[in-house]
Nanobody, 126 residues
Framework: QVQLVESGGGLVQPGGSLRLSCAAS????????IGWFRQAPGKEREGVSC????????YYADSVKGRFTISRDITGNTAYLQMNSLKPEDTAVYYC???????????????????WGQGTQVTVSS
């Protein structure tokens, strides 16, 4: 069964850090593009970061550049999103997703992805 399970969310003070995990089962994560998205109440789901292993590239939304880092652990079949210098506006449910690589696709858009996790809540508040 193909499945993604996120973990690592929680409550953190502004300026703090969290590391989100995305554990894959039923397929080899390294064969796919990995994306992280977030959705705040009343807002559309937005792309945060994506990792294109076939190109050795990673991309970030402007709002998180320099603060968030995407990575993947091949042996553990797990992807990560390290989030530093967190701000209240980072509060959202965070999702990981996977997709096959196709040239010309914008992987910071939700419609590019076929498999999604259930999400993990991140709350940044003092």
């Amino acid at each position: 069964q193909v499945q993604l399970v996120e973990s690592g969310g929680g409550l953190v003070q502004p300026g703090g850090s969290l590391r989100l995990s995305c554990a894959a089962s039923g397929f080899t994560l390294d064969d796919y593009v990995i994306g992280w998205f977030r959705q705040a109440p009343g807002k559309e789901r937005e792309g945060v970061s994506c990792s294109l292993a076939s190109l050795g590239s990673a991309y970030y939304a402007d709002s998180v550049k320099g603060r968030f880092t995407i990575s993947r652990d091949i042996t553990g079949n797990t992807a990560y999103l390290q989030m530093n210098s967190l701000k209240p506006e980072d509060t959202a449910v965070y999702y990981c997703a996977t997709a096959r690589f196709r040239v010309g696709t914008n992987y910071l858009l939700p419609r590019a992805y076929t498999t999604w996790g259930q999400g993990t809540q991140v709350t940044v508040s003092s």
